[in-house]
């Protein structure tokens, strides 16, 4: 499985803000203040069956793994079922799931049912992964759940200075 770029060109584009309401295990975060660190941002809901099941122990583990070397941050990005998922509701998820890396409850604006970061990453739905090197710049994404050894790696190699393996652009082509 390959991680998408977020540009047709296969060229790194600066990582944009985060726009949160709320955060729980961190004062607020986002890229610029991240400067110097790989960043694995995981969009989820906690209604998402994957993301539960999946991405989020993922995350856990990646966030135990490589420790301080690399910033795990949960963006709580809800584009439905907004009663259900309040910021309440969100920290005694947390709780119950022991997820103990930041977490940011991603910013509505109006009635636009999309939250402000969610749409300015133009993602599609959850879980997202976001790959951010130390430099800020974004380096792939991807809807759905990856595979450890894929991640892993990819996150490694930003580690390294390196740019993921395998990585597609939108349009199909790889490098």
């Known amino acids: 499985m390959s991680l998408l ?7 790194a584009t ?15 975060l986002n890229p610029a ?19 539960v099941s999946h991405t989020l122990p993922q995350a856990a583990r990646l966030a135990r793994t490589f420790g301080d070397d690399l910033a795990v941050i949960g963006l709580h990005t809800v584009f439905e ?3 259900a998922m309040t ?13 103990t890396f930041p ?15 969610f749409s300015r990453y133009r993602m599609q739905g ?6 951010i090197d130390r430099d800020g710049m974004l380096r792939a994404q991807k809807l759905g759940p990856l595979d450890d050894m894929t991640l892993a790696s990819a996150v490694t190699r930003l580690l390294d200075g390196a740019v993921p393996p395998a ?6 082509t790889c490098t």
């Not at 977490?103 to 999309?114: C, I, Q, S, W």
Request: with cysteine.
């Open 33 to 51: 203040r991240l400067h110097g660190r790989v960043v694995v941002l995981e969009a989820f809901q906690m209604l998402c069956p994957s993301c």
């Open 167 to 172: 990585v597609c652009a939108i349009d199909g």
């Open 103 to 117: 977490v940011g409850v991603d910013a509505l604006r109006g009635a636009h049912p999309a939250p402000v970061t």
């Open 87 to 99: 910021p309440a509701s969100l920290k005694a998820f947390l709780h119950e799931y022991r997820i």
């Open 126 to 131: 959850t879980p997202t992964t976001v790959l």
């Open 5 to 11: 770029l977020p540009t047709s060109n296969g060229l």
């Open 14 to 28: 600066p990582a944009m803000p985060w726009e949160t309401s709320e955060w729980f295990n961190s004062e607020p």
């Open 81 to 83: 079922h907004h009663a």
